[in-house]
């Protein structure tokens, strides 16, 4: 039997695999379906990782080495090309490998699989199924690690974080960007991207707009864009057409969950994750989740600040050292959704984080934690948008006032 199970070994598995070993866990076993470990980082050849982690900025293979030679120097097992095809509620793993199919039983479990894009298919955009068109994440991969110019006027459907990198990494790479069209009013990427990635490289993004038709038969040949009405109709009178032969879709991130499922553990509707309480653990027993697996993160320092989090948890789990009562948390309509989604009153006298990204922008907020009706804590923003999770942390000597509330309410409230 195997103490500790990771399932994933990109930086989210990593990360958890190195603090688990630090605290004291020493029967790791990471897991990665990939030749290689560090996940989606080594694609990430850009800057800008670490600033959090290691006080400096770093790109992703830089990223992804650190956490893997600390993974060797801690003699931390790993298996690569290891595919888990089934995870049961009682923490048996079916693994299939070029050495045929095995089970492993764990007393623990981490998830840490990661998140897939979403599909041409989610957007149901009418046309034909010519060459040209890829996901954000697969022209990163064609790009960074194999070296291919993929077009050479390109439009990119919607502004996810992976498709505003990929917008300057294409004009880096000679391919006139000819736009970025995102179906809503507000980007779903960091402002920073925004900025970085299409406003220093005079790249046009469009607010409400959308890819309404596609054109080409053996190749891409162009595109209509056109507005959309507050629903997200199509307003096909504002149609204009775009020539081009490289259509990239940025248009979401899916946690990957299939193993969850299996496991009975239970998944929020809206992160398409795990439902988790304050220790990050599932409603199955001893089964644990952190990273993109739970919810989508923007910057790969709180994967691993959240790795970190979770192997504590497991640590304490694995010593018998978990008493669970929990109050589920709520939120308001201003509110997408906070993760956790219950917390432990029985370790109440610890800081808890609360993450949550808004409905739409809100201007000079304060975001209020309530315990059964009375104010525990508050904090001002000044800006809070849907492309960026926000964290608070509520102290312990506040959470130690839960007490025997029925809830945790999390409110977005603005002033007149």
């Known amino acids: 039997m195997t103490q500790l199970l990771i399932i994933g070994g990109g930086p989210a598995g990593l990360s958890a695999a190195i603090r688990a070993k630090e605290v004291g866990i020493d029967d790791i076993l990471i897991v990665e379906r990939s030749n290689i470990l560090g996940g989606i980082l080594n694609q990430c050849i850009h800057n800008g990782f670490g600033l959090h982690v290691f006080k400096e900025e770093l790109t992703g293979p830089e990223y992804a080495h650190r956490l893997i030679q600390k993974v060797k120097e801690l003699n931390i097992d790993y298996e690569l090309n290891t595919i888990v095809t089934h995870l049961s509620k009682d923490k048996v793993a079916t693994l299939q490998s070029t050495s045929g199919i095995r089970e492993i ?14 599909p041409r298919g989610a957007i149901n955009i009418p046309g034909t199924r010519p060459a040209g068109i890829y996901s954000a994440g697969t022209a990163q991969e064609l790009v960074n690690m194999k070296g291919y110019k993929i ?18 990494r294409l004009v880096l ?3 006139a960007v000819e ?21 220093d490289f005079a790249i046009p993004l469009h607010y409400e707009h959308t890819v309404s038709r596609i054109f080409g038969n053996e190749r891409l040949a ?7 009405d507050k629903n997200g109709q199509v307003l096909y009178e504002t149609e204009r057409f775009i020539e081009c032969d490289t ?14 499922i299996g ?11 795990a439902v988790v309480d304050s220790d990050l653990e599932s409603s199955t027993c001893g089964i644990f989740a952190c990273g993109n697996v739970l919810h989508v993160h923007d910057l790969v320092d709180n994967v691993t600040l959240e790795a970190y989090e979770v192997a504590v948890n497991v640590k304490r789990y694995l010593d018998e050292q978990t008493d669970k009562i929990l109050i589920p948390v709520e939120f308001d309509e201003k509110i997408r959704y906070v993760v956790p989604h219950f917390i432990n009153v029985a370790r109440a006298s610890c800081d808890t984080s609360f993450k949550f990204r808004a409905t739409q922008i809100y201007h000079n907020p304060t975001v209020a934690v309530y315990a059964g009706g009375e104010k525990l804590y508050q904090r001002k923003f000044r800006i809070i948008t849907p492309g960026e999770l926000e964290v608070i ?11 025997d509330c029925k809830d945790i309410m999390i409110k977005i409230e603005v002033g007149d």
């Open 393 to 403: 942390t509520v102290k312990r000597d506040l959470m130690e006032k839960v007490g």
């Open 173 to 175: 790479e000679g391919t």
């Open 151 to 168: 077009g050479k006027r390109a439009v990119i459907v919607g502004s996810g974080d992976i498709g505003l990198i990929m917008a300057r």
């Open 263 to 273: 496991a009975s553990v239970e998944i929020n509707p809206i992160t398409g994750g």
């Open 247 to 260: 259509l990239l879709f940025s248009v979401g991130l899916i946690p990957e969950n299939e193993l969850s």
């Open 222 to 228: 162009g595109v209509n864009i056109a507005q959309v």
């Open 179 to 199: 736009a970025v069209v995102e179906k809503m009013p507000y980007s779903s990427g960091l402002r920073r991207n925004i900025v970085q990635c299409l406003e």
């Open 105 to 118: 039983k764990a007393k623990a479990v981490i998830l840490a699989m990661g998140c897939r894009e979403r």
